[in-house]
């Protein structure tokens, strides 16, 4: 019996040993793992600090003022619940802004990521000079908004503009590119276009290098030509690539702003009156914050929206492997 409780009472005190030492070891680990969350917040601590700044903090004055009314300094004045939202809704020049930025989305989006689409898979192949005309067509990147709008505005210039001097050459009346309802829209696309072909031409050339040339090789002893292998091979290989494009290319459509703001001012007849414009106009000329950060917030709403229903029905065609 003595032998017998001294061997039970040895079981009990290694058993608790073993518990102890699981103890400290969870708690050890536990201390591990608060240092590396410290660790991880200090350094992600400028970030958050320049989100909550500059996002969050104006995100959610936005939502106040869009439920107050201001008086001509930008005070608020009074509440006025979703009195803003009501008259937003009720107003023409709201869906009239929502027209333009749609027709403006359409104009820009499919032809920059189609043409830039081209240009990629046209300088893919590795022969002398590629590397001249890849330099070129990345070049607009390098430039701002507002210098591309300021040498787009001399180009459109009715009489002085280049465009309008090689019409001439070629007996065609001028054309009003910025001064006529019919036109300045368009005209407004066609910098877009240029303006964003260098970021789209850089992101689906990067897409075609990383497909591997072994399917390429592949599918020439198969017997395929170069339009069969484009489109059965790199279509689908590059599709995350083009999806990605798109969805950024949805959202700057829809907050473009510094080059309508240069070439047309929302004009001739509210043709350009794009809605980040008519944020602008509501919020910094008229001073009707109110109004303004309502308009901003149905902006957001409408981009959440978009960008949500891409990836519900456009991310189903796309493929990862």
Do not use: C
Not at 24 to 52: D, H, M, W
Request: aromatic fraction near 14%; hydrophobic fraction near 50%.
């Amino acid at each position: 019996m003595g032998e017998l409780n001294k061997s039970m009472g040895l079981g009990t005190r290694s058993q608790q040993q073993t518990s102890s030492k699981a103890r400290v070891r969870t708690g050890s680990l536990k201390i591990q793992r608060l240092r590396e969350n410290a660790l991880a917040y200090t350094f992600l601590a400028p970030s958050l600090i320049l989100f909550a700044v500059f996002m969050f903090y104006p995100m959610i004055k936005s939502v106040y003022l869009s439920l107050h009314s201001t008086d001509p300094a930008g005070n608020v004045a009074a509440y006025v619940g979703l009195d803003n939202f009501a008259t937003l809704f009720s107003s023409g020049q709201f869906l009239q802004g929502i027209k333009v930025t749609l027709l403006f989305a359409l104009l820009t989006v499919p032809v920059g990521i189609l043409l830039a689409l081209v240009l990629a898979a046209l300088t893919h192949s590795k022969l002398r000079g590629m590397r001249i005309f890849q330099f070129a067509f990345s070049l607009p990147m390098v430039l701002s908004v507002g210098s591309s709008a300021v040498i787009w505005k001399f180009l459109f210039h009715p009489t002085l503009g280049m465009f309008n001097y090689v019409l001439s050459l070629l007996h065609i009346n001028p054309v009003p590119w910025l001064t006529s309802p019919d036109w300045a829209l368009f005209s407004v696309a066609i910098m877009t276009i240029w303006m964003n072909l260098g970021f789209n031409y850089i992101i689906l050339s990067s897409g075609l290098q990383g497909i591997p040339e072994d399917m390429y090789e592949s599918a020439k002893m198969d017997g395929a030509g170069p339009l069969v292998t484009f489109w059965r091979i790199s279509m689908p290989l590059l599709s995350p690539t083009i999806f990605f494009v798109t969805v950024v290319s949805i959202i700057g459509a829809f907050q473009s702003f510094a080059q309508i703001n240069i070439l047309t001012k929302g004009g001739p007849v509210n043709s350009t009156n794009v809605f980040v414009y008519s944020i602008y106009q509501e919020a910094f000329v008229n001073f009707r914050f109110g109004t303004g950060s309502a308009q901003a917030i149905v902006l957001f709403v409408v981009i959440l929206l978009l960008t949500m229903i891409q990836f519900k029905w456009l991310e189903r065609k796309v493929h990862y492997q």
